[in-house]
């Protein structure tokens, strides 16, 4: 039993593929956000759940923040406006490049409005060969927001600097009670962690557009209770049929590989053995059907 007497609330943001998952994902100790090299990979808030000393952090996972262009697209940047509101501190994630782009300056925007608390994180500092190019990042930052209360430059690959980070966020720590039950990481059900599994393995097998014109929905999730078994009934809905034919592949070489490596990652995840049904399904535009995203959970109102 943890004795946790503080709280602290954490939005962790930024434009997307900068790792704001891989940082959620390493900090809580296993992987609850999905991942990709692939833009919008997180299409909601997840809450990554942290019990450090005497102090519990929810780190709040958002999508990248990105020009919308679709309902969904509207949904996602709503999320993370939203999410830098009744926060303790947020977490500006960026890449080791000397630029101030628009996504970063339209959050440090927000910080200022919301009168919140700001870290810059710089990560994948171990893809930097020279010292003297972090120090530009620094200075560009530096020079454009100088409200920053700590700059920390970090690799949420290696773990390089994430101890120097906990430490600054426990700053913020309010005494308070504790939110999430000991053994939880995250808020998502389930359910919902083996359905985004699933859409991160697309995202890694599939080329270009079509992983991002997916949604994934757990139909069925039992337990045996005689063997702790899972059963997992999965459908993948796509926009077009010419989609649904290459997620399925020659022969049905591609659904295979798809659930392979899914059901690898959801057995990791629920600590037991996973038996899973998958189908494709096409949902012509389903991302601009307010409906249809509302009923996957991405809820507009």
């Not at 809580?28 to 102090?55: L, W």
């Not at 020079?143 to 120097?164: H, K, M, V, W």
């Not at 600590?271 to 509302?294: C, H, L, P, Q, S």
Request: aromatic residues 6%; negative net charge.
């Amino acid at each position: 039993m943890n004795n946790i007497t503080k709280t602290a609330m954490i939005t962790v943001c930024g434009r997307p593929n900068v790792g704001k998952s891989s940082l959620t994902n390493a900090l809580v100790g296993e992987k609850i956000a999905i991942v990709s090299n692939k833009p919008q990979t997180t299409r909601n808030r997840i809450y990554g759940v942290v019990n450090h000393g005497d102090t519990q952090y929810v780190l709040l996972d958002t999508p990248g923040l990105h020009k919308p262009r679709s309902r969904l697209g509207d949904y996602m940047v709503k999320v993370v406006r939203e999410s830098l509101a009744d926060v303790e501190a947020a977490l500006l994630l960026v890449e080791p490049i000397a630029h101030v782009g628009e996504p970063e300056k339209i959050l440090i925007q927000r910080f200022q409005e919301e009168g919140i608390p700001a870290i810059l994180c710089i990560n994948k500092v171990d893809t930097v060969e020279k010292k003297e190019e972090l120090l530009e990042v620094i200075a560009a930052y530096s020079q454009y927001y100088n409200g920053f209360e700590a700059i920390i430059p970090i690799s949420a690959r290696t773990g390089d600097g994430l101890e120097e980070l906990m430490e600054q966020l426990s700053k913020y720590a309010q005494e308070g009670p504790q939110l999430f039950p000991d053994g939880m990481t995250t808020d998502q059900p389930d359910a919902q962690v083996c359905a985004e599994i699933v859409r991160e393995k697309m995202l890694h097998c599939l080329d270009k557009e079509i992983p991002h014109g997916t949604a994934v929905e757990v139909t069925r999730f039992t337990e045996r209770v005689d063997t702790g078994i899972i059963d997992l009934d999965v459908t993948i809905y796509c926009e077009k049929g010419s989609h649904k034919g290459i997620i399925i592949g020659k022969g049905g070489e591609m659904m295979k590989k798809i659930s392979s490596l899914a059901r690898r990652d959801i057995e990791r995840f629920m600590g037991t053995k996973v038996y899973m049904e998958t189908w494709v399904k096409v949902k012509e535009n389903w991302r601009d059907n307010a409906n249809f995203i509302r009923s996957q959970g991405y809820d507009e109102q």
